[in-house]
């Protein structure tokens, strides 16, 4: 089980010194969210800012592209320091390239989906990626209530795994607590991001091995079923 804390809930005033918050507590990615105003109303911050938290975080920066155009991103948030690039199937034709490019560029491969996208649309894809981050909230803002809706679609994506043979993570973004992550990791889900409830943490450490845990308890209640 993974915990990704994202850094959009930390504070924009000391985001290195809450990456390296992040770094001590142990969670083996950080999550970056990148909004550019377009894809979403709202924007987040750039490969400026993910260069400046590079350093205060040594494993995996694992980058969320909310944006219109990430193929003229590519290379700059690889530059800065991303190791894996994820981008939005909402983005039809221009998908196939995207991950192509993702991967010759040396990242890992993430593929994004937003609640009211069907899932069908992402199992072209399956072969090609290392994440498939099931958003469960419409993109653009932390602090969001979790969609429950969303949780068929990480057991659907976590059967297309098994049946096709795939290992590629299954991700979790958007209201993600200790008990929605249970849920997720019920049905599959294997690497969460959670900015509010995280950060809200004066120890983020404590914050971090919990959801661990009540991840890693939600993964054994799917053995048994
Ligand atoms: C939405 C963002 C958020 C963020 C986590 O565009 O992707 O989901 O990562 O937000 P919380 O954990 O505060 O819901
Ligand atoms: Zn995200």
Request: charged content about 20%.
């Given at each position: 089980?993974?915990?990704?804390?994202?850094?959009?809930?930390?504070?924009?005033?000391?985001?290195?010194?809450?990456?390296?918050?992040?770094?001590?507590?142990?969670?083996?990615?950080?999550?970056?969210?990148?909004?550019?105003?377009?894809?979403?109303?709202?924007?987040?911050?750039?490969?400026?800012?993910?260069?400046?938290?590079?350093?205060?975080?040594?494993?995996?920066?694992?980058?969320?592209?909310?944006?219109?155009?990430?193929?003229?991103?590519?290379?700059?948030?690889?530059?800065?320091?991303?190791?894996?690039?994820?981008?939005?199937?909402?983005?039809?034709?221009?998908?196939?390239?995207?991950?192509?490019?993702?991967?010759?560029?040396?990242?890992?491969?993430?593929?994004?989906?937003?609640?009211?996208?069907?899932?069908?649309?992402?199992?072209?894809?399956?072969?090609?990626?290392?994440?498939?981050?099931?958003?469960?909230?419409?993109?653009?803002?932390?602090?969001?209530?979790?969609?429950?809706?969303?949780?068929?679609?990480?057991?659907?994506?976590?059967?297309?795994?098994?049946?096709?043979?795939?290992?590629?993570?299954?991700?979790?973004?958007g209201g993600i607590t200790d008990e929605t992550a249970t849920e997720c990791a019920r049905f599959g889900a294997d690497t969460f991001v959670a900015g509010t409830s995280l950060f809200r943490h004066r120890n983020l450490n404590a914050a971090v091995q919990r959801m661990q845990r009540k991840a890693l308890a939600g993964a054994e209640s799917l053995?048994?079923?």
């Amino acid at each position: 089980m993974i915990i990704a804390p994202s850094l959009l809930a930390a504070d924009f005033g000391r985001l290195a010194h809450d990456a390296a918050r992040a770094d001590r507590s142990g969670a083996e990615y950080l999550h970056l969210d990148i909004m550019d105003g377009h894809f979403v109303p709202n924007i987040s911050f750039g490969p400026a800012v993910v260069a400046a938290v590079r350093p205060h975080f040594r494993r995996f920066l694992d980058v969320h592209l909310m944006c219109s155009r990430p193929e003229i991103l590519l290379e700059p948030f690889k530059k800065a320091g991303a190791d894996g690039l994820t981008v939005h199937v909402e983005l039809g034709e221009a998908v196939g390239p995207l991950l192509w490019k993702i991967r010759s560029l040396g990242r890992k491969v993430g593929l994004a989906i937003n609640p009211p996208t069907h899932i069908g649309t992402v199992r072209p894809y399956l072969s090609q990626i290392d994440l498939l981050l099931v958003m469960t909230v419409n993109p653009g803002f932390g602090g969001q209530p979790f969609i429950h809706e969303c949780v068929p679609k990480v057991q659907q994506v976590a059967a297309w795994r098994r049946e096709l043979g795939h290992s590629f993570r299954i991700e979790v973004d958007g209201g993600i607590t200790d008990e929605t992550a249970t849920e997720c990791a019920r049905f599959g889900a294997d690497t969460f991001v959670a900015g509010t409830s995280l950060f809200r943490h004066r120890n983020l450490n404590a914050a971090v091995q919990r959801m661990q845990r009540k991840a890693l308890a939600g993964a054994e209640s799917l053995a048994l079923a």
